[in-house]
């Protein structure tokens, strides 16, 4: 039987809540097994904060919602072979784009100013711009495989993973559904 290739995995999060990052987390003792057949090269989870300039899979948490989540995705576009949306957040916009249905200003107002009673202001300085939309990623850059989930199980990502460590593109809609 032959050995399957290691891969090179790198992973981050956007406009999400890192619940999908904790499913990575939840497959446990499979971490070890999974740790003979990849190389984590960039990810919150560890402590390389540089991108590689090629990397075999990039999976992206959350939706575009700023400057700083559209910069992330592009350069996960640019360096990643197979760019996977992983959750609901990053196929469909999920939570992050319930406020699509307001004016950004609106928005803003409403969190940083009705609400609240000491110092209202809108900070500008420190925090990466909002986008005036969010959007899903495959809104700004181009997805390969769809992982949808709120979150995806531990078990849809190792299948997932799995499937491309043995260099058979997977089909998740066998393993996942919306919202699950
Ligand atoms: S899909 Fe669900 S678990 Fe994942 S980042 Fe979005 S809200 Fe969190």
């Known amino acids: 039987m032959s050995t399957p290739t290691r891969i090179t995995v790198a992973t981050t999060w956007l406009d999400g809540c890192s619940g999908c990052h904790m ?14 057949k990849i190389d984590i090269v960039y990810s919150p989870l560890v402590d390389s904060k540089e991108l590689p300039e090629t990397v075999d899979v990039g999976l992206l948490e959350g939706s575009i919602s700023s400057v700083d989540d559209l910069e992330k995705a592009r350069a996960f576009r640019r360096h990643c072979k197979i760019l996977i949306s992983l959750g609901d957040c990053a196929v469909n916009g999920n939570v992050p784009a319930m406020r699509n249905y307001f004016k950004l200003d609106d ?3 409403r969190s940083y100013r009705e609400n609240v009673t000491l ?12 986008l005036t939309t969010v ?3 495959h809104g700004e850059v181009a997805v390969d495989i769809f992982v949808p989930g709120c ?6 990502i190792w299948y997932v993973l799995n499937e491309l460590i043995e260099g058979r593109v997977p089909d998740p809609s066998s ?3 919306f919202g699950a």
């Open 107 to 109: 928005v803003m107002d």
């Open 151 to 156: 979150p995806p199980s531990a078990d849809a």
């Open 119 to 130: 110092q209202p202001q809108i900070p500008t300085r420190g925090v990466p711009a909002l």
């Open 23 to 36: 499913s990575f987390l939840d497959m446990d003792e499979r971490l070890i097994e999974l740790a003979r």
């Open 135 to 137: 959007k899903p990623i």
């Open 175 to 177: 393993v996942t559904r």
